[in-house]
């Protein structure tokens, strides 16, 4: 299945993105809107790229009009998303980002008609236990309690949820590549607009970063950008409700290269590695490995 392969190389380059975040956001950026609207200029780079080689396409204006909307409503989600981030730990709101492939699943049966069979229906489920428990650094009773952050966490996955499928009911008529390009777009008209809200910050950003900053800012953003582009592709070739539940594995790809950086690297970033840790990640592979299977069979 190529959109299976897609699917896992998007949040493996995503996994390395929010890795590199990290270290330029504990190290380097203060503000980390800088990195958003920065990373519009690569988008906006790469729209174009694509409107010049294949032009500006045949889409009536109003698919074009939703299309730079999907764009736009995935990079403002960032906005809600911080600010849960201000009211609780990361590790506390993570795993209930996991509402994101139950909302795409729910909006892509009811306005695309896709189903899942039996199968796949138990695919969807052990990836999205095996993405919860990934996002999840320990479990207790606590974590369930109503917090002040999850009205903010379930308005950025309806951010989140309804671009992928509204991606997915425009790719299926027109393809991927002019699809793929007005997305671009309105993700980079997004990005500037998060720019123009924290313009004072960002300009003071610019001026502050050093040449090795600007070029890890730079590989970040490229790297972050074909995430997109193979995310946006499995969609266009699978069903957006599996392919939304792949997602739910950047939490593991983040867990890899940390702990790959851990014992090699310590100094720039040292990853929990006790016995709990690993117990809790072992199991949350072999979850999603179980309905990677599933998928296959």
Same mark, same amino acid.
């Given at each position: &299945?190529?959109?299976?392969?897609f699917?896992?190389? !998007?949040?493996?380059?995503?996994?390395?993105?929010?890795?590199?975040?990290?270290?330029l956001?504990?190290?380097?950026v203060?503000d980390?809107?800088f /990195?958003?609207?920065?990373?519009?200029?690569i988008?906006?780079?790469?729209?174009?790229?694509?409107?010049?080689?294949?032009?500006?396409?045949t @889409?009536?204006?109003?698919?074009?009009?939703?299309?730079i909307?999907i764009?736009? $409503?995935?990079?403002? =989600?960032?906005?809600?998303?911080?600010?849960?981030? !201000?009211?609780?730990?990361?590790?506390r709101? $993570?795993?209930?980002?996991?509402?994101?492939?139950?909302?795409?699943?729910?909006?892509?049966?009811?306005?695309?008609?896709?189903a899942?069979?039996?199968?796949?229906?138990?695919?969807?489920?052990l990836?999205?236990?095996?993405?919860?428990? %990934?996002?999840?650094?320990?479990?207790?009773?606590? &974590?369930?309690r109503?917090r002040?952050?999850?009205?903010?966490?379930a308005?950025? !996955?309806?951010?989140?949820?309804?671009p992928?499928? @509204?991606?997915?009911s425009?790719? &299926?008529?027109?393809?991927?590549?002019?699809?793929?390009?007005?997305?671009?777009?309105?993700?980079?008209t997004?990005?500037?607009? %998060?720019?123009?809200?924290?313009?004072?910050?960002?300009?003071?950003? *610019?001026?502050?970063?050093?040449a090795?900053t600007? =070029? &890890?800012?730079? =590989?970040?953003?490229?790297?972050?950008?074909?995430?997109?582009?193979?995310?946006f592709y499995?969609?266009a070739?699978?069903?957006?409700?599996?392919?939304?539940?792949m997602?739910?594995?950047?939490?593991?790809?983040v867990f890899?290269?940390?702990t790959?950086?851990?014992?090699?690297?310590?100094?720039?970033?040292?990853?929990? @590695?006790?016995r709990?840790?690993? *117990? /809790?990640?072992?199991?949350?592979l072999?979850?999603?490995?179980?309905?990677?299977? *599933?998928?296959?069979?």
């Open positions: &299945m190529p959109w299976l392969v699917a896992l190389v !998007s949040p493996a380059l995503f996994g390395a993105s929010t890795i590199i975040d990290k270290f956001i504990d190290k380097r203060k980390p809107v /990195l958003t609207a920065f990373g519009g200029f988008v906006l780079a790469g729209a174009a790229a694509i409107f010049t080689v294949r032009g500006f396409g @889409l009536p204006g109003g698919q074009i009009a939703v299309l909307a764009g736009i $409503m995935d990079e403002i =989600a960032l906005v809600p998303y911080y600010k849960a981030l !201000s009211y609780d730990d990361a590790s709101i $993570m795993p209930f980002f996991q509402l994101v492939p139950v909302i795409v699943l729910a909006f892509s049966y009811l306005f695309l008609h896709e899942l069979d039996l199968r796949q229906i138990a695919a969807f489920i990836i999205l236990a095996g993405s919860f428990l %990934l996002a999840v650094e320990r479990i207790d009773a606590g &974590m369930f109503p002040r952050s999850l009205s903010w966490v308005l950025t !996955s309806v951010l989140w949820a309804v992928a499928v @509204l991606f997915k425009v790719a &299926m008529d027109r393809g991927f590549w002019d699809t793929a390009a007005y997305t671009l777009l309105g993700i980079a997004g990005a500037f607009i %998060l720019f123009a809200a924290s313009y004072r910050r960002s300009v003071a950003q *610019f001026g502050a970063l050093r090795g600007w =070029a &890890m800012v730079g =590989a970040n953003e490229v790297v972050y950008f074909l995430g997109q582009i193979f995310w499995a969609i070739l699978g069903p957006v409700s599996l392919v939304s539940a997602g739910g594995l950047i939490p593991l790809f890899l290269y940390g790959a950086i851990s014992l090699w690297l310590p100094k720039i970033l040292r990853e929990d @590695l006790s709990n840790t690993l *117990f /809790l990640k072992i199991a949350s072999a979850l999603v490995l179980g309905g990677i299977w *599933f998928i296959n069979r």
